[in-house]
């Protein structure tokens, strides 16, 4: 049996990755041309033109492969590894590792260059691309796992997601996005009564003394800014919009709502749903969803080494 700080990281797990199923389907497509509220489930309506036919209905895309391969990493390192994440990176991209079924679509530009640059032996580090044009939001989308795990101080944790956001998209305004999104995890966690404000005052102090990151966090990420956005791949504005998702009350309408939005709906959905599920818990899920997740036998197990290492860290 669970106890409740279990069944929100479990919540977390979970959320991330049931939203990214509900959301494939519905991938590229403008609010205007997707189906009510009422209609947006794993499986489409009937008629609906859905995106990525190859992949079974109910399966995780990149989004959730690449989160359960930061997790196993994790697991297994005890740390985080760059080194070992890229591999399991390439992994995933060349035979399916903790892809559901071994099948694999929906690889981002910026992904498939970083890993190409992996497979030619550039260190982990200096894989990402870091031009200001190459901000999509590969990196975000995977980086819950980390805040799910992560036993440091705030500080360690801004640094581990900005490191590991740097195996694939190495800007730092990529990297303040995770850093940002993993305080937010972890203050909705700990059950802050707002958790975005108090993630954004906690970026701001401790980035106080770097000029470069607080000019990116004021200037582009605007964390000020009212929740809004078009649902679409760069990174700044996938967070804004998972902020939207999330003013609704419940981890289904969260879920609703990132997908109403459009255009990249797995990945705003997967955002949001992470932190709707660490709201929820995972008795927030629909059970409909729930059990209809395909790839169980490849997460049942990562969730069990979560809450092992959690455990442990709370004995020790």
Request: hydrophobic share 40%; with cysteine.
């Amino acid at each position: 049996m669970t106890m409740p700080g279990q069944e929100r990281l479990l919540g977390g797990l979970y959320g991330l990755l049931v939203a990214d199923a509900v959301g494939v389907p519905y991938e590229f497509h403008s609010p205007a041309t997707l189906p009510g509220w009422d209609e947006i489930e794993l499986t489409p309506p009937p008629g609906f033109r859905r995106a990525h036919t190859r992949a079974p209905a109910g399966a995780w895309s990149d989004d959730g492969a690449q989160a359960l391969c930061l997790l196993a990493s994790l697991l297994d390192g005890g740390a985080l590894d760059p080194e070992d994440l890229g591999r399991r990176f390439v992994a995933w991209r060349d035979t399916g590792y903790l892809a559901v079924d071994a099948v694999v679509f929906d690889i981002g530009v910026q992904t498939s260059q970083a890993l190409a640059a992996l497979k030619a032996g550039v260190p982990a580090l200096r894989a990402g691309p870091a031009g200001e044009r190459q901000n999509g939001n590969g990196s975000l989308m995977r980086v819950l796992p980390l805040a799910l795990w992560h036993r440091g101080d705030d500080r360690a944790l801004i640094r581990d997601a900005a490191l590991q956001s740097r195996v694939t998209h190495g800007h730092p305004r990529s990297q303040l996005c995770c850093a940002l999104y993993c305080l937010w995890a972890r203050a909705t966690l700990q059950g802050s009564s707002d958790a975005w404000a108090e993630a954004t005052g906690t970026l701001r102090n401790l980035c106080r003394d770097d000029a470069k990151s607080l000019r990116e966090l004021e200037e582009h990420i605007q964390p000020d800014d009212e929740p809004g956005g078009t649902g679409s791949g760069y990174v700044v504005d996938c967070l804004h919009s998972a902020r939207l998702a999330l003013l609704e009350p419940t981890y289904e309408r969260v879920v609703k709502r990132a997908i109403s939005i459009g255009n990249d709906t797995d990945t705003t959905a997967a955002v949001a749903g992470g932190i709707a599920g660490l709201r929820h818990g995972l008795a927030g899920i629909p059970d409909r969803w729930l059990t209809a997740l395909r790839g169980r036998e490849l997460v049942d197990p990562l969730a069990d080494g979560l809450l092992a290492s959690l455990q442990r860290a709370t004995t020790s």
